[in-house]
Structures are given as C-alpha cells and as structure tokens.
C-alpha cells in the first residue's frame, strides 16, 4: 500500500514525461516542494490540471515542464497576472502551452466525477459564456425526466495526483484540515497519489469523527515535507507568505530574473524550501 | 473628510449589503465591500468565500480567496466541489459579488482575454467562480473603477454572461436568476432597464458630473429618468474602512493602499 | 431566518396533509420525537421519503399517514421485517402504500441532486436489476464524451425535511457529528426543514473547521427535544437502544398489539420520548 | 470442539478475506466473518460500512449498519451520498459482503419479494446497497444459508444481478467487475464455472454428504471435478467467534444467538 518516500524518489518515480498530473491544494496546502522537485528533476511535456495554477504552475510553465494546463483561474491571488503563465500562452515562452480552461464549478464536478468513477459530471453552468465556444470538453446533456439542457464536461482523471496535508501517521494514513479544497477528489481521481506532508506521527488526532482523512490505501506514497506547502500555508502549521506572493510579481515579469530567481532558490537546493 | 473615489466605490457596494443576504464573495473591492456591511449596519451578513468558507468573519482582508482568516473564521468549511454544487448551484445565494476586466452596456463581463482567444494580446487570470455566480446567485452585484477601456461597447469574450443582448435573453437561455442588478464604479451607480436591461446611471457620487461618466463610458451611456445623488461617505464608514485596510496590509506586510 | 418553536408548533405549521416529507438520519439521529408528534396531529396522505424506513416510518405507516413510501431498504436493521411496512403493503392495512423503490445509491445521489439544485442525479447503478422494470423513475442517459449509458433518477425535492442533531446555537446554527448520512443533502434539498436537537447552546463547539454545520439560513425551525431520536441514538449524547429495536418485531408484528402500544406510548404522550 | 453449520459457515467466510481487502459490509453474516477476520488472521483489514464509516473496528457486532461502535472506532465517517458516490462507485473496494432470500444457480439474488412485485406474499426489505455493491465491488462474497427456499430454480425477482443468464452475460450490460465469484453456505463453498458461469461446488464443509447439498439446492446442482473440504474451525477461531458473539449479545442486552 502506501509507501514511505523521500521527495526525490517518490517524484522521479511517479512523474513521468508526458504525464497528466495534478497538484492540488485550493488556495491552502499548495504541495510548492513537490512542485520544485519536479523542476530539479526536469520533467517535460507534462499536462498540469489544477483549479487555480497558482505560482507554483508558474514556475513549473516558466521552467518549461508543461505542455498543457487544463485550469479555471490563472491568476495571481488578490496581486495580478501569472507572469510566466501569460508569457507562455502570449509568446509560446520558454514553449508554447496548449489551454483547455474551465470554470470553477465546472472544473470542481469534473474532480468529483472522477472520484466517483463517472465518465463526465453534469451541472448547470456555462449558460450565455463563450468559453463553451473554445472548449470542446464542455458539451451538453438532457435530463430525462424534465428535458432541460444541461452542461457536461469529462471527468479528471490524472495519472497522477500530488497534493500537501497537515499530517500522516505510520500506516499512511492521512489527515487534511482547514480549506479542504478538491484535495479529496484528486486523490480519489488519480491513478497513483502523492502527499507530502508536515509530519509523521503515530497518532493523526483527528478532532472530529468527520474529519476529511484519506486511507492509507488511497495514497500511493507519502513524504514529509515539513513547510512543504510555502509560500502557500498549513492551516494550524503555519501561515500564508502573502509579502511573497505580492513579491512574485515583480520576480516573475522578466524573464531573466524568473531564471535567476529560480536557479538560486529552486535549482541550487536540496528538496528543502525556498525563501524569498 | 476627505474620501478617494475608491474609498466611495468601497462604501457605494458596502450600502447594498443587508443583514440577511447571503453573499457569495470575490477577492478585492467585493471583499472590501462586504467586511465592510459586516462591521457596519449588516453584522448578520453571511460571507461565503469560493474556497469553502462558510460564514468567514476575517479580521482582516485576505489576499487570496483562501487566506487562513477565512476558514479559521467560518462557521465551517466545507469542500470545494460541494460548495459549487450544494451551496452555489443550490440556490442558497442571495448575492454574488463581482469584478472583471470588461463590461458592456449588458452587464456581461469579460475577465478572459483582451484580443481574441486563440491569440490574445492579453491573457487574463479567467473567470473562475463568475460563470455560474452570475447565473446561480439570486442576484448579482457588480463593483468595477470605470473608464474606456472597461466599460466596452463590446466585450472581447463574454466570460461571464449579463443580461446577452438584453431584454429577455436571459430568460431564453434558460436562466431564472434576476442577473446583475446594480453596478457600482468609481463614478457613478448604473441598474439595468426594467425592459431592455441596458445599464442606465441610476446615482452619481457626490461631485461627479454626468459628463465624466460619459467620458468614462465606451458606449453612449443612458441616465435614467432620476438620477440620485450617492450620500458620501459618512465619518463611521470611512474609519472602519480606513482601519480595516490598515489592519490588512499590516497583517501581510504590505504598504498600506497597496492591496485595493 | 430560524425560529425557535415547540415541537407541537412547528409539526403544525410545516407538516400539512398531502405533504412529501423527509425524516431522515442513517441509522443514527432518527428524529422519532418529530415522527411521533406527526401521528399525534393525526396527518394524513403524507409521501414519506427516507432511504431506511425503520421503525419510525412503520409507525407512521401503521397509525395511517401514509399515502406513499419513497425508500430503498425496508427493514428492522439486523433484526428482519417491518411489520407494519409489510401490513400496509401484503394486505393495505390500515390503507394501501404506493411504494417507489430505489437502491442506497441511486437515493442517496437523488438528495444529492436535490441539493444541488439538480433535476436530476447520474450514476452507474441498477445493472441487470429489475426494478427500472417496475420504478418509471429509473431512467437512462448517454456520456456525450464516451458514450456509456448511465443510469439517472430525479431529484429529491421534499416539501419538509426533518432531522434530529447534537446541537443549534442561539442563532440557529446546527451542528451535527458522527454518522450523518444525508442529512446535510435533505435540508438544503427541502423547501423547508426543521431541526430537533439535544441542546441549544450559547457556542457550538465545532471541533473541526471541517464539522458539519448547517447555517441558520438553511433551517426553518430549530426544536429543542433532547432524547429526540430515541430508541436511535444521537453520537455523543446516548446509545442506540439495540434491545427495543429487537422487541419491536414482537411488539408490531400484531395489529392490536401495536395499537396498544401506540396508544400508550405515542398518542398519550405530551411532546416526549416513549420508552418500550 | 463442537461447532454449528453456522458458525463454520461464519468461519469459512472470514478465511477467505486477506489483510489488503477493502471490504464493504452488510449486516449479519458478513459483518460477523469480517470482523472475525480483522481478529484473526486479517488485522489490517479495512472495513466499510454503508452508513459512511471507513476502517470501522467494533468492539461488538453491530445490529445495524449504522451503530454507534461503526463510527466511534472508524478511521473516517463521511456522508452517505459520498459513500456510494467515491467510496463504491469510485472503484477503492474489493470485496463486496452479501446475503439474501434467494439466489439462483448464475448467482442471482433476490432481497425484494416473494411472489409478484405488485402483488408480493411477502415484502422483503429491499437491495439497500446490495445492487451497486454487485457491480462496482471489484468482486463480491455471497453468504447464505442453503436450503431448497433460498437457492431456488429461479428467483422471484432479480433484486442483485450476479451472472444474469450466465456466459458474458455481464460483459455484455458493460459490468465490468467480477461479480459473485464465491458463495459460501453452511454446507459447502461454491464457484462460478469459468465458461459458464453456473455455481459449482468447489468444496464441501466437513462431515457434509453431496447428497446433503442437492437436497438443500433449488436447481440440479453441479459439482466442480475436484471436490475440495473445509478444514473445520480452529479452536481459536471459534473461541474468537464465541467471543465476539457473547460480547455482541451482552451490548445489546440479547440473548446469546439472537443475532445470528
């Protein structure tokens, strides 16, 4: 069942070039090692699917790993434009990403129907957008007991998920707390999951018989990564790097400094965590 | 007192907020303007976040849609897909907050691309949550500074869908919410026409002049037969304002006015 | 938003002859206080929706409320057959019982549905079975991205959900632990829901941020009857109270018998819990 | 020791489970031989009960599905919608545990009716989750005890659809799961033939006759070319089955046997 990794290992054996992955984490527990570890390994011509790309897809598009991104939100948070996301679908830089855009709702039953085994979710959306004009995933079903039209999008299903969690005990098995996000469904979603996580413990203290814990039979590896998640944040571990997501900004907006940026405090480490 | 036409926008989306809506809440101006009702006349409002966050009572703003004041603050927080699905999709939202890049004179919003899609000279964030908080939310409210290059005679993608070509398109596509019911700018307060929905200037904030607000304005705007006067905002509003975007930069290490 | 009513009172203004009602909690949290205060106001011609009838709907059933049955597994837990159930449908005593029948899944994905604001829920379900031969509400639907067919059932939309939880704040708030089965998924799928509850109190006390909490928006009526769902259980607070389960096969396998019974522990009671 | 054709059938049940199954339970027989497993040989057996609780380690048997001692020992409890949607549908179990009234040689289960539908002499239960439990379990368990009124020529009604008519008759309704690939009774073990897919008696629990089984079977029983027998239950088996039972009965202020 679930093995105990480290981050090295676990990434170089579960991304491959070409894969379809998922890293995770709705605005919370962003899995950013993870993340770093797959441009040390330098991984290519992968597909990134992810609500919200965040800067941590930045710099995956910037390093050139990605060849598509399957998204519903490719901003900044409460700063502005992703840069490196931007100069890759505007000037093909450092390649040119293929775009396959949704919206949230769509995006998020497009999770759950892959962790519930369907082919496509269903769900009032899209009504009078023209995304639906550029996307051919988002189609349309009728509901056989009133005949209304529905819109349909294909079920997530990635090779890969990688998502970050507060904690995991011995067996592997796994607790998420806080803004839980599609982090569920992603693992349930994908063939093989990762989770990094802020420790390893013997007992996960999960405060609630309804607590959000993944089994250890639903995570193919699990890694500790203490401050794995930064400049994202652990809801009850530590908080967000809001500074250094406004500082993005400017480290982002030219390409050479990106590069510089990313060779001294991704590059240049060990799996550990970078600081601004 | 002194007062920036922000700090007007802010107050102007704040007013419209009631004790009792249930408000499906976007980073920036919306996010100010509902922590703002909340520590003002509508500490009943309940703000959901898209990230899950279920009656969020921040103590300050948060820069993301799933800062750590939110969900520590919520009554509870729940996943993503089920709050798209059970809470928005549900129909349990009274008001859906919006911003974008463009608007038309429909209300449809654009926060795609400038240019076309498959080349876009500017490729924005994208809508994320505003499809369907357009369409799901009992109404929606939107807040957007206004100038020529955002209030567009013709949108370059319709992202988020208005009220389409006006009159009753909305209801032609199968859409039974009420739609953007009230703009609010910088400048001015706009409502669509009972009939054609084309979004008419309703109250000018104190000081404006109509000719400003046709200078702002892409396409001809209408006023409408009564045009108001929005009260400035009152010492009480401006200091929660003022002191809740002080707290704010403070607590993420920014220089104050730089998160607005 | 909520108010706070007796449970005499908010039985009467939400509970009308004719009416389609949910009473639900999963084996856990049956608001039996409610059902019993039901049969006491002697309604009638109530579609009663509930995934496992159990006791409370035999019951129901037996004291003539029922003009339908919406369900998907009809028994006494572990014990066997619900008589009165079985009465009403082997010989329509005391009245006939239009019965709907679905499996777990299919009714639990239609008050998901429900709750979605859906018109109506997909899965893949009812394979090789016979009952779409004798349910209408079992139909099919294409995947437009693969093609596969797919079951599909209509929402559940009840007029009236009642369930029974740990706790309300002042303010209306609900929370509810342990098994919640779809309980969430009924209230925000009814037109109107009342809650029964073992307290109200001044705080929650949600141990998790990922608790099950009901906003006060989404309850009409929030009802203070602790020991409400006795012979069922509230996590927390008491035991589910096996034995009574096991007696009541005696007790409602005769018609007088479970008259008597009715008469001496539902119908005299003011507002409170019968004990066997 | 002296055993009954009960608790071997309890016994012979629990043998089959491994440490790795993910295993959805019912009431009755199956939770008796899962939990008697996850005592014995099967510690790391993760048990899953339709009410939402996940890796569920009771202390006693519960009597319904939903007992206080599922959730209060599980590693998890979710929503039932959740249960049936990710848990089920999404493809984590491996073994599905069922019982019935009847079943049929192609493993056919019936738990609605006796008689017509419309008209039934008796009205069973219901599937509960037993129909999805067949198909999207990766394989599933039958137990039940055998007689000529419950493995009968042809069930009344195909509540829980095993083989159908036999052959690829699940291939061809797009099942992709293995079905019913074991019944385990009081007297004997039977499989699916590989081709046909009719149940055959792979092995006969000890001191049990052939003649034993076709009396106690509705259709002309076949028996598999190789005939294996049960090892009887271990004196530590039982004495953890007795165990359980006398704990089980005790909790729920019942006779010792009652819940059986």
């Given at each position: 069942?679930?093995?105990?990794?480290?981050?090295?290992?676990?990434?170089?054996?579960?991304?491959?070039?070409?894969?379809?992955?998922?890293?995770?984490?709705?605005?919370?527990?962003?899995?950013?090692?993870?993340?770093?570890?797959?441009?040390?390994?330098?991984?290519?011509?992968?597909?990134?699917?992810?609500?919200?790309?965040?800067?941590?897809?930045d710099q995956l598009i910037g390093m050139g790993c990605a060849r598509k991104l399957i998204f519903s939100w490719g901003g900044n948070p409460g700063v502005g434009s992703l840069h490196r996301l931007r100069d890759a679908v505007e000037h093909g830089w450092p390649r040119p990403l293929e775009i396959e855009e949704h919206s949230h709702a769509a995006m998020a039953a497009a999770y759950g129907a892959g962790a519930a085994g369907l082919p496509c979710a269903i769900l009032r959306a899209y009504q009078g957008s023209d995304l639906p004009r550029y996307n051919p995933n988002i189609r349309s079903i009728t509901c056989p007991f009133t005949g209304e039209q529905l819109a349909a999008v294909p079920a997530i299903r990635p090779d890969l998920a990688i998502i970050h969690a507060q904690r995991a005990d011995r067996a592997g098995?796994?607790?998420?707390?806080?803004?839980?996000?599609?982090?569920?469904?992603?693992?349930?979603?994908a063939r093989h999951a990762i989770v990094t996580v802020e420790e390893i413990v013997d007992d996960l203290r999960a405060p609630s018989p309804n607590s959000v814990v993944l089994p250890s039979w639903t995570v193919s590896?699990?890694?500790?990564?203490?401050?794995?998640?930064?400049?994202?944040?652990?809801?009850?571990?530590?908080?967000?790097?809001?500074?250094?997501?406004?500082?993005?900004?400017?480290?982002?907006?030219?390409?050479?400094?990106?590069?510089?940026?990313?060779?001294e405090h991704v590059l240049r480490e060990c799996p550990a965590v970078p600081q601004p | 007192m002194n007062y920036s036409a922000t700090e007007m926008m802010a107050v102007a989306a704040a007013r419209v907020l009631t004790n009792?809506?249930?408000?499906?809440?976007?980073i920036g101006t919306p996010s100010l303007a509902c922590n703002l009702a909340r520590l003002t006349h509508a500490p009943g409002i309940t703000l959901i976040y898209e990230s899950g966050t279920i009656g969020a009572r921040p103590h300050v703003l948060p820069l993301s849609i799933g800062d750590p004041e939110l969900s520590e603050t919520a009554r509870?927080?729940?996943?993503?897909?089920?709050?798209?699905?059970?809470?928005?999709?549900?129909?349990?939202?009274?008001?859906?907050?919006?911003?974008?890049?463009?608007?038309?004179?429909?209300a449809?919003?654009?926060?795609?691309?400038?240019?076309?899609?498959?080349?876009?000279?500017?490729r924005l964030p994208g809508g994320g949550g505003a499809p369907e908080i357009a369409s799901l939310c009992r109404k929606t409210y939107v807040v957007m500074a206004q100038s020529r290059r955002s209030f567009v005679e013709r949108v370059d993608f319709i992202t988020t869908f208005g009220y389409g070509e006006g009159g009753d398109h909305r209801q032609r596509l199968g859409i039974h919410t009420e739609g953007p019911t009230l703009v609010i700018t910088d400048l001015c307060i706009m409502r669509p026409n009972?009939?054609?929905?084309?979004?008419?200037?309703?109250?000018?904030?104190?000081?404006?002049?109509?000719?400003?607000?046709?200078?702002?304005?892409?396409?001809?705007?209408?006023?409408?037969?009564?045009?108001?006067?929005?009260?400035?905002?009152?010492?009480?509003?401006?200091s929660v304002l003022r002191d809740l975007q002080a707290c704010t930069a403070r607590a993420h290490g920014l220089e104050v006015g730089q998160n607005d």
């Open positions: 069942m679930t093995e105990f990794l480290a981050l090295r290992e676990a990434i170089a054996a579960y991304v491959h070039d070409g894969s379809t992955i998922a890293l995770e984490g709705f605005t919370h527990l962003i899995p950013f090692a993870a993340g770093h570890e797959i441009i040390r390994q330098q991984k290519r011509n992968l597909t990134l699917v992810r609500m919200t790309p965040d800067l941590i897809y098995n796994v607790l998420i707390e806080g803004i839980v996000g599609v982090q569920k469904e992603v693992v349930l979603a590896a699990v890694v500790a990564v203490p401050g794995g998640a930064r400049p994202s944040y652990a809801h009850g571990y530590y908080r967000r790097d809001n500074a250094f997501y406004t500082a993005w900004d400017a480290l982002s907006r030219d390409r050479e400094r990106f590069l510089r940026w990313m060779e | 009792d809506d249930i408000c499906f809440v976007g509870t927080t729940v996943a993503v897909p089920e709050m798209f699905q059970y809470w928005l999709q549900g129909g349990c939202i009274s008001v859906g907050f919006l911003g974008g890049a463009q608007i038309d004179r429909y449809n919003i654009n926060s795609s691309v400038i240019g076309s899609y498959e080349k876009p000279k500017v009972l009939i054609t929905k084309e979004l008419e200037v309703t109250a000018l904030h104190q000081g404006v002049t109509r000719e400003q607000v046709i200078d702002a304005t892409g396409w001809p705007v209408r006023f409408a037969e009564r045009v108001e006067q929005t009260p400035p905002p009152t010492e009480a509003e401006l």
